[in-house]
């Protein structure tokens, strides 16, 4: 059986690896329109999380395998079709993950000055696919959202970028970040204590900078019954509501950075003529159910910048069907769902099929329920006219320039050295040409050493 899998993330990996495991002749083709592996693992993580980019070593260990080949650098949808793979493998996953902002539909969001975090993640993390400069001139900042993406957008706008000089950041977001003029960030959520979305250990180091005070009030911090429930519910729940009491009795030591936790506010108009010059929000109150609804009290507060950090949200996929309203490509247990049909040979796992929601366990399981419905669908699949290698041969021909893992490694290892020389454990390559050049002429060198 020979496989494709559109989308190198850990989604899409995962998928490669329980497939060969369950089936020893299996060969799979991992495909990514980056010349790198590992999708949001190393440009959706915030560089000063080096613990969450542990789990590269596994991906890295799977990608290595005898039956799965990383073929980076080819954009589905552009540089190859459904159709044209569907020619040379079985069966054709996609595994594209989300990389998108989902919208915030309220008065003023188009605003200059007002961003999407998910393009800001990219920005700090490197992605070839986006500016080289980020404007930072504001400096107050609101931070529209209540989970991880939010806590690490606020972090990178109020942590001093000397600080970051430990991280993989490359030299242009360095620069970025040092002209960075923000000192107060205002972080709001529409709900309270009990409702937020935090991971603790993510909550806890919002205040290991000694650059940056965490400011939290009384105002907001409101449990109704539904939030006592779920903080008897789950542990996670529990020491976020810890972690937020613990900010609410801390003094502010003079920091000359601030992070404010505003609760129960919802934003509803981003105020100024062309540029934001501030935020509206509205006081929230509970319903007695666990939701919220406005109480007609509106605060405006002064800010030059907003960033909507309501979650990803990934992108319709070229000869596919997509649930606009979830942002998912419709299926039933991983088969893709055409006109309520499945379409023969395609497959979906991850984010662009259950929606951005759930952490790399919920990965894993997913991968299997797929896995599970491709194997069971085995002996009805038409087998392909091609091979994966005449795959190739097309993609040459058509002047696609892909990449192997073997160059990737080469990457990384230069990427690493770059990091050596300035004692730090990496610096990353931005731009896509010189990413391919590194790879390539490392390859060069090592050929000729050998």
């Not at 107060?184 to 935090?198: C, E, N, Q, S």
């Not at 909550?203 to 105002?219: A, G, I, K, Q, Y």
């Not at 190739?392 to 490694?409: I, K, M, Y």
Request: proline share 6%; aromatic share 8%; glycine share 10%.
């Amino acid at each position: 059986m020979r496989v494709a899998v559109i989308g190198a993330g850990p989604a899409g990996i995962y998928a490669a690896d329980i497939l060969t495991k369950e089936l020893e002749q299996a060969s799979v083709d991992v495909y990514d329109r980056l010349p790198a592996p590992y999708g949001l693992v190393r440009y959706g993580v915030a560089p000063d999380h080096p613990r969450i980019k542990e789990i590269v070593k596994a991906l890295r260990r799977v990608l290595a395998g005898d039956q799965i080949r990383f073929i980076g650098n080819v954009d589905f949808g552009t540089d190859v079709t459904f159709e044209q793979l569907r020619e040379n493998y079985d069966a054709v996953i996609f595994a594209t993950g989300a990389m998108g902002d989902r919208p915030l539909d309220i008065p003023g969001i188009e605003k200059e000055g007002s961003f999407g975090a998910a393009d800001f993640v990219s920005w700090y993390d490197g992605h070839p696919d986006v500016p080289r400069e980020w404007p930072l001139e504001a400096e107050s900042v609101a931070v529209i959202g209540a989970g991880n993406v939010a806590l690490d957008v606020a972090r990178m706008l109020a942590k001093p970028a000397d600080e970051q000089l430990t991280t993989e950041i490359p030299d242009n977001v360095y620069q970025g970040l040092k002209a960075n003029r923000a000192k107060d960030v205002h972080v709001f959520a529409r709900r309270g204590p009990a409702h937020l979305k935090f991971s603790p250990m993510e909550f806890r180091e919002l205040s290991h900078s000694p650059s940056v005070d965490v400011v939290m009030t009384e105002e907001g911090f409101e449990i109704d019954d539904a939030g006592q429930e779920a903080i008897q519910a789950a542990k996670s729940t529990k020491l976020v509501v810890d972690t937020l009491l613990k900010y609410l009795e801390k003094e502010p030591t003079g920091a000359p950075h601030r992070i404010h936790l505003h609760l129960m506010q919802a934003p509803v108009e981003v105020l100024g003529d062309g540029s934001v010059t501030g935020l509206r929000t509205e006081v929230m109150q509970y319903n007695g159910d666990g939701s919220v609804s406005g109480t007609g009290e509106f605060r405006d507060w002064d800010v030059q910048a907003v960033y909507r950090a309501v979650g990803y949200r990934s992108t319709p996929l070229q000869g596919l069907p997509f649930d606009h309203g979830s942002g998912t490509v419709p299926h039933e247990a991983g088969r893709v769902l055409e006109g309520g049909a499945p379409k023969e040979a395609a497959y979906v796992t991850g984010w662009i099929k259950r929606g951005p929601v759930g952490l790399i366990g919920h990965t894993k399981s997913d991968a299997k329920e797929t896995i599970e419905s491709l194997l069971a669908d085995l002996e009805s699949l038409p087998a392909p006219v091609g091979s994966p290698d005449a795959m190739l041969d097309q993609l040459r021909e058509r002047g696609v320039d892909f990449t192997l893992f073997d160059e990737w490694e080469r990457l990384d290892a230069h990427e690493m050295a770059l990091g050596a020389a300035s004692e730090r454990e990496r610096i990353k390559v931005v731009s896509r040409e010189d990413m391919i050049a590194a790879g390539r002429e490392a390859a060069e060198e090592f050929r000729a050493s050998a």
